[in-house]
């Protein structure tokens, strides 16, 4: 069964999500504003959600990590919890 390796920031608003992507592409440490901004409890671990399987998170998060590229800051993607960020840096 694939797996993939990823991290996400949770926030309320696409706006701010949107702020975080942008912080992100100029330098930002992910883990550093998972850890100030996100409202996950993987805030904690700088937002890495460990080893993920498919069908293990909501259908549109699981489509992002499974289907698109790795190595990028996907989002935000809306869900019934907020907009988040992703990052998927391994994918087997």
Not at 17 to 25: H, I
Not at 37 to 66: H, N, T, W
Request: aromatic share 8%.
């Amino acid at each position: 069964m694939a797996t993939a390796m990823a991290r996400h920031i949770l926030v309320k608003t696409q706006a701010e999500a949107e702020n975080l992507k942008q912080r992100l592409a100029k330098g930002a440490a992910f883990d550093q504003l998972a850890k100030k901004f996100s409202l996950c409890a993987s805030a904690k671990r700088g937002g890495d959600l460990g080893e993920v399987r498919p069908k293990q998170m909501v259908p549109a998060i699981d489509q992002v990590i499974f289907k698109k590229p790795t190595g990028v800051v996907h989002g935000p993607i809306k869900t019934k919890f907020g907009y988040h960020l992703v990052h998927v840096f391994y994918r087997d």
